[in-house]
Nanobody, 126 residues
Framework: QVQLVESGGGSVQAGGSLTLSCAAS????????MGWFRQAPGKEREFVAS?????????NYADSAKGRFTISRDNAKSTVHLKMSSLQPEDSAVYYC??????????????????WGQGTQVTVSS
């Protein structure tokens, strides 16, 4: 079973930037679409962004992330990144990396993803 580990979370002031990383410590996700979700206290887990396994690296973004966040991947290293800019307090959440069930699907539901990391905390202060 693939094991995913997120890193890069922390505290930042509003307007700042952070880049999150996800790595497969065991197994690989090189042939699967990957995604990022987030969950704030008292709220449901929310889709943020995803990227498929293709030469063109097709992506999908939540409206809240589009224009501010960029997802990327390096299949050879089994790593996925989420570059976040113009962060606002409402972006504060635990961010999770997840592997989709397919190579090219870009689902936005938690049920579309089968493997999850433990999460990394992002806190944005005003």
């Amino acid at each position: 079973q693939v094991q995913l580990v997120e890193s890069g979370g922390g505290s930042v002031q509003a307007g700042g930037s952070l880049t999150l990383s996800c790595a497969a410590s065991t197994g690989t996700f090189s042939r699967y679409a990957m995604g990022w979700f987030r969950q704030a206290p008292g709220k449901e887990r929310e889709f943020v962004a995803s990227i498929d396994w293709s030469g063109s690296r097709r992506t999908n973004y939540a409206d809240s992330a589009k224009g501010r966040f960029t997802i990327s991947r390096d299949n050879a290293k089994s790593t996925v990144h989420l570059k976040m800019s113009s962060l606002q307090p409402e972006d504060s959440a635990v961010y999770y990396c997840a592997r989709e069930h397919t190579a090219y699907g870009l689902g936005m539901r938690s049920a579309d993803f089968g493997f999850w990391g433990q999460g990394t905390q992002v806190t944005v202060s005003s």
